[in-house]
């Protein structure tokens, strides 16, 4: 089974810009379909953005169109995730997540980094 990790959370500035990252053990991400979600206490936790096994397929949710990418560095066996022209709203703790393809469950989580921006 995969081990999941994330870094580079923060706290900036509105307008700013971070990369997390989500380092893989264990196995590698290309036998998942990855997933960034983030949660904000007292909400649910909302999917962010999602990669299929093979790349090629991804997925954001409509707050962050335009402004999120989600990438995975294949030989790093990491996953990423850009964020630029950070909002206020975009507070929250922010967790990678793996799930096998023939899955519809996220099994595999990371411990969360937290990201704050500020107006």
């Known amino acids: 089974q995969v081990q999941l990790a994330e870094s580079g959370g923060g706290s900036v500035q509105a307008g700013d810009s971070l990369r997390l990252s989500c380092a893989a053990s264990?196995?590698?991400?290309?036998?998942?379909?990855t997933a960034w979600f983030r949660q904000v206490p007292g909400k649910e936790r909302e999917l962010v953005a999602r990669?299929?096994?093979?790349?090629?397929?991804?997925y954001y949710a409509d707050s962050v169109k335009g402004r999120f990418t989600i990438s995975r560095d294949n030989a790093k066996n990491t996953l990423y995730l850009q964020m630029n022209s950070l909002k206020p709203e975009d507070t929250a703790m922010y967790y990678c997540?793996?799930?096998?393809?023939?899955?519809?469950?996220?099994?595999?989580w990371g411990q969360g980094t937290q990201v704050i921006v500020s107006a």
């Open positions: 264990g196995r590698t991400l290309t036998d998942y379909t």
């Open positions: 990669m299929t096994w093979t790349g090629g397929i991804t």
């Open positions: 997540a793996a799930r096998l393809k023939e899955r519809t469950m996220y099994d595999y």
